[in-house]
């Protein structure tokens, strides 16, 4: 989205002044500066490209259908912008009129819903292990790591650490024991709080 100077709201203005004026090359310059920044201001709260374009198209015919007795009192932008908005309202009232028009929406917003709720899932996860692991005891810890981070084996921790391969063993069921019940508490949460 291009950045707006305050050089160019006048020239904004006066293609405005010109499109009252029937200027059809002026209301083409005003489509052609304004049509994405608005595009995206409407595709980010439908979720769908052809609901976005049809609400700027919509904004654009009504200036142009308007332009006689067209009254901005703020910026242009400020007014181009303001109209989006409620057509976007506008628009998602039909959409929630029209069950296949929801179904559409669904479609659109739900996959980055999910990807959403999987990421915070994940870093949730990956928080209760790292706790988990810091409460481990010193040396449990240790060869839990060295299995976990290093991707060492259970002979190699053993002679690194000078253990027997069965304490090794033992020892990382148990952390790995104990990181399962933390997330099962954690899940169970999640599913029925509190």
Do not use: C, K
């Given at each position: 989205m291009a950045q707006r100077t305050s050089q160019q709201q006048p020239e904004i203005?006066?293609?405005?002044?010109?499109?009252r004026q029937d200027d059809a090359t002026a209301f083409e310059q005003l489509y052609t500066l304004m049509w994405e920044p608005l595009y995206v201001f409407a595709l980010k709260r439908?979720?769908?490209?052809?609901?976005?374009?049809?609400?700027?198209?919509?904004?654009?015919?009504?200036?142009?259908?308007?332009?006689?007795?067209?009254?901005?009192n703020a910026t242009v932008e400020?007014?181009?912008?303001t109209a989006v908005?409620?057509?976007?309202?506008?628009?998602?009232?039909?959409?929630l009129q029209s069950p296949e028009k929801l179904d559409q929406v669904n479609e659109a917003i739900l996959p980055?819903?999910?990807?959403?709720?999987?990421n915070l899932l994940a870093?949730?996860?990956?928080?209760?292990?790292?706790?988990?692991?810091?409460?481990?005891?010193?040396k449990m810890r240790e060869i839990y790591l060295l299995s976990v981070e290093q991707n060492?084996?259970?002979?190699?921790?053993a002679t690194g650490l000078e253990l027997s391969e069965q304490t090794v063993r033992n020892q990382l069921n148990l952390a790995r024991t104990r990181i399962r019940k933390s997330l099962r508490a954690a899940y169970m949460l999640l599913v029925f709080p509190l």
């Open positions: 203005s006066d293609l405005i002044g010109r499109i439908l979720g769908a490209t052809a609901d976005a374009e049809d609400v700027v198209q919509e904004v654009f015919t009504n200036i142009w259908l308007r332009r006689h007795s067209l009254q901005i400020a007014y181009l912008f908005r409620y057509q976007t309202i506008n628009q998602l009232r039909r959409i980055s819903t999910e990807a959403a709720f999987r870093r949730e996860t990956a928080a209760i292990i790292n706790r988990e692991v810091e409460q481990l005891p010193g060492r084996s259970v002979a190699e921790i």
